[in-house]
């Protein structure tokens, strides 16, 4: 069975840092794109961060230079470390891997608030 759990979400100031985890089981991360993405109250998902098989990462404009998506295989493990937050950061994060034949796989999210 897969599971994506991730974890280290909170309630933060505007400014402050956290860092978000993505644990799976089930599946490999390594070789494999892994994305974050986010949903405010009210507002559609959207992409945050992205590595993909060869740890090339790409990021949403909104977050360039404050987030950094990154991974460690030995603990097949994908980590968000969020900088310089900001109250429109708030929302619920959700670890995802997409693979072949359509699969995708999601985990539960892990809630961010930041307050101003």
């Known amino acids: 069975q897969v599971q994506l759990v991730e974890s280290g979400g909170g309630l933060v100031q505007a400014g402050g840092s956290l860092r978000l985890s993505c644990v799976a089981s089930g599946v490999m991360f390594s070789h494999h794109n892994v994305v974050w993405y986010r949903q405010a109250p009210g507002k559609q998902r959207e992409l945050v961060a992205r590595?993909?098989?060869?740890?090339?990462?790409n990021y949403a404009d909104s977050v360039k230079g404050r987030f950094t998506i990154s991974r460690d295989n030995a603990k097949n493990t994908v980590y968000l470390q969020m900088y310089s937050l900001e109250p429109h950061d708030t929302a619920t994060y959700y670890c995802n891997t997409p693979r072949r034949g359509g699969l995708n796989y999601w985990g539960k999210g892990t809630l961010v608030t930041v307050s101003s």
């Open positions: 590595i993909d098989g060869n740890d090339n990462t």
